[in-house]
């Protein structure tokens, strides 16, 4: 399964985006001003983990 983000966790500084190796993320405005994590290529994802290891949030799993 691809990777999640809990949108009530994410604080939208981008680790994940940075980290991820297929471009799986996104940056969203979440309609309230606040930026947040989105899997926007969930096809993409390899489920390697370095989303889930770089946010210091604790706000992706993968299952």
């Known amino acids: 399964m691809p ?3 809990d949108p ?3 604080e939208g500084i981008g680790a ?3 980290s991820c ?7 969203e405005d ?3 001003g606040n930026l947040k994590s989105v899997v926007a290529r969930p096809d993409d994802c390899i489920e ?5 290891d770089a946010c210091p949030m ?5 299952e």
């Open 16 to 18: 994940c985006k940075e």
């Open 21 to 27: 190796p297929t471009a799986v993320f996104e940056l």
């Open 30 to 32: 979440d309609g309230k």
């Open 48 to 52: 390697c983990g370095l989303c889930v």
């Open 8 to 10: 009530s966790k994410c």
């Open 58 to 62: 604790e706000a992706i799993t993968i």
């Open 3 to 5: 990777a999640k983000v």
